[in-house]
C-alpha cells in the first residue's frame, strides 16, 4: 500500500449537501426572526456547527443558548440529510478508486453521527481507514487540526497527505497542516478563482480527478527525501 495519505472533505464535496443546509439555515433563522444571507453564510462555510453557531450569534444578533441552538441546527439539518442526501457526480469513484491505493480517511466539520450515516449509506467502510469530525478537535477549519487529527489516524506524515476540499476554509486549513490539496470549489460559496494560488490544484468536478494527480504527488514527496 502506498505510504501516501488520502483525505476527503465530505459535505460539498463528496455530498451534495449544500442546498439542504441552506434549506435548514433559513427555517433556522426564520424561526429566530431573521433573514438568511447569502454573504454571511459563506464565512461559515465548512466550519462546525458550533463555529457556525458563533458566527450567527455575532452576524446576526442572534440570542440564545449556543450549546440548544446547535442542536436545534442540527435536528433541522438530519431531517433533510437523512431523506434528501445525494452523491456529487464522481464521488463514489473517487472514493473507491483512491480507497484501495491509499490510506484514506474522511476529515468533516460534521458530527460524527453524520459522517458515520453516509460512509454507512453508500457502503464505503472497507474503503476508509479513518472518520475524523471537527468535534474531536480543539480548532475547526481553517485551523489544520483537523487534517492533522487524519494524518495521525493514518499513520501517515501530514507532508505526505493530499486533501481534498471545497471551500476556502477546507483549503486554508489543509495547506497550515502542510499538506497537498486539490480544491474543488463549491460554487454557491463563491469564485473558483479564489483558489487558485492557494490549492495546488482546483477542478471543476471529482469527474476529473485522475489517480495521477495524487500518485505524482507522491513521487514528488520521496523524491524531496532522497
Not at 439555515?25 to 431573521?34: I, S
Not at 457502503?123 to 480543539?138: F, I, M
Not at 460559496?189 to 500518485?215: C, H, K, N, Q, Y
Request: with cysteine; glycine share 8%; net charge negative.
Amino acid at each position: 500500500m502506498s505510504t501516501t495519505g488520502v483525505i476527503f472533505d465530505m459535505d460539498g464535496l463528496l455530498v451534495d449537501s449544500e442546498p439542504l443546509w441552506q434549506e435548514a439555515e433559513m427555517e433556522f433563522l426564520a424561526a429566530h426572526g431573521h433573514s438568511y444571507d447569502p454573504f454571511i453564510a459563506r464565512r461559515h462555510a465548512g466550519l462546525r456547527f458550533t463555529d457556525v453557531i458563533a458566527v450567527m450569534q455575532r452576524e446576526y444578533l442572534l440570542a440564545g443558548d449556543p450549546k440548544a441552538l446547535v442542536h436545534e441546527l442540527i435536528d433541522l439539518f438530519l431531517s433533510r440529510y437523512l431523506n434528501k442526501l445525494r452523491l456529487l457526480p464522481g464521488a463514489d469513484e473517487a472514493i473507491r478508486g483512491l480507497g484501495v491505493i491509499h490510506p484514506a480517511a474522511i476529515a468533516s466539520s460534521s458530527p460524527l453521527t453524520i459522517i458515520r450515516h453516509v460512509v454507512r449509506r453508500f457502503k464505503w467502510d472497507p474503503l476508509l481507514a479513518a472518520l475524523c469530525s471537527g468535534d474531536e478537535v480543539c480548532m475547526g477549519k481553517p485551523a489544520p487540526d483537523l487534517f492533522l487529527l487524519a494524518a495521525k489516524r493514518l499513520r501517515v506524515p501530514p507532508i505526505a497527505c493530499c486533501v481534498l476540499e471545497d471551500t476556502l476554509t477546507g483549503v486554508r486549513a489543509a495547506k497550515a497542516a502542510g499538506m497537498r490539496c486539490i480544491a474543488i470549489p463549491t460554487l454557491m460559496f463563491g469564485d473558483p478563482r479564489e483558489f487558485t494560488g492557494l490549492a495546488d490544484i482546483v477542478l471543476g468536478s471529482l469527474t476529473e480527478l485522475r489517480p495521477e494527480m495524487v500518485v505524482g504527488w507522491v513521487r514528488d514527496v520521496r523524491q524531496s527525501h532522497l
